[in-house]
């Protein structure tokens, strides 16, 4: 059973960096594109920045240049480094794979707070 699990969420002061990761689990196959979404209160889930097996990376207007997106070579974990965090940026982070016929698989979330 395919399994991603998120860590590094939780309160940071506006302007404070922040990296979170997600890691595969019990996936015998590699995913074709990996990558974070967020969703805050009343909102709905959006990406956020996602990467392709090869390192092609994609991201929202509204982080690009302030966060980077990264990953493991064997597909084995997802990272998310954001910078100059802004309070808007405060919502659950769930992590994303793409499997390469197109399921998707989800993690549970981690929350980040940024406090202003």
């Known amino acids: 059973q395919v399994q991603l699990v998120e860590s590094g969420g939780g309160l940071v002061q506006a302007g404070r960096s922040l990296r979170l990761s997600c890691a595969r689990s019990?996936?015998?196959?590699?995913?074709?594109?990996m990558g974070w979404y967020r969703q805050a209160t009343g909102q709905q889930r959006v990406l956020v920045a996602d990467?392709?097996?090869?390192?092609?990376?994609n991201y929202a207007d509204s982080v690009r240049g302030r966060c980077t997106v990264s990953r493991e070579d064997d597909g084995s974990a997802v990272y998310l480094q954001m910078m100059s965090l802004k309070s808007e940026d405060t919502a659950v982070y769930y992590c994303?794979?793409?499997?390469?016929?197109?399921?998707?698989?989800w993690g549970k979330g981690t929350l980040v707070t940024v406090s202003s």
């Open positions: 994303n794979a793409k499997a390469p016929w197109g399921t998707e698989y």
């Open positions: 019990g996936s015998p196959f590699g995913f074709s594109i």
């Open positions: 990467i392709t097996r090869g390192g092609r990376t």
